[in-house]
């Protein structure tokens, strides 16, 4: 309770100027994430560069928890590709390796996907009669991984209050921190 206090008292001593230099210093900390991720995005082509495996479908390949790393490219889908799609309707991408192709009469091809842990593949889980993945429906492909780091992502998932506390004393941490510099 202590901690508390003394971050509540370090906040009213707090000259405006200092306040002021603290919120634009917390301002630019958010800023800077926000231009790293959407520069990832660019570079990436994909519109979410990182996601985190939530389920453990792709076991044993990757394990729920694992971060993986996303570039969509412009080449043509291979089978044995692991890719992350969206399916209209649902909010969360999915993470699993590509099992067949099919190849339109003007050229574009369309994928069907299957967890390596389940026993079906896909079409199930894609929206009422649609058959394949196309291009539109991919935002990347697998090209690296981080195992069992997205766990915490699952956690503050699970547990909002969690998450909420953490920003929230990210932010307090970050607005009553001492600079060395001379006020």
């Not at 971050?7 to 000259?15: A, D, F, N, V, Y």
């Amino acid at each position: 309770m202590n901690v508390v206090k003394d971050t509540i008292q370090s906040l009213r001593s707090m000259r405006t100027r200092q306040l002021a230099h603290q919120v634009i210093n917390l301002g630019l900390i958010v800023t800077s994430a926000l231009m790293i991720w959407k520069s990832l995005m660019v570079v990436t082509n994909s519109e979410s560069p990182v996601v985190v495996v939530l389920s453990g479908s792709m076991e044993p390949a990757f394990q729920r928890g694992d971060i993986l790393f996303l570039w969509l490219g412009h080449g043509s889908f291979r089978v044995g590709e692991i890719v992350v799609f969206k399916i209209e309707g649902r909010d969360i991408p999915i993470v699993h390796r590509v099992i067949k192709l099919h190849e339109k009469r003007d050229g574009r091809v369309d994928v069907l996907t299957k967890g390596d842990n389940n026993d079906v593949d896909d079409r199930g889980l894609y929206a009422p009669d649609q058959r394949w993945l196309n291009k539109k429906h991919i935002i990347g492909r697998a090209m690296g991984y981080l195992p069992y780091v997205g766990m915490v992502t699952i956690i503050m998932n699970d547990y909002p209050y969690l998450k909420y506390a953490l920003i929230g004393l990210l932010g307090i941490f970050v607005l009553t921190s001492k600079n060395s510099a001379p006020p």
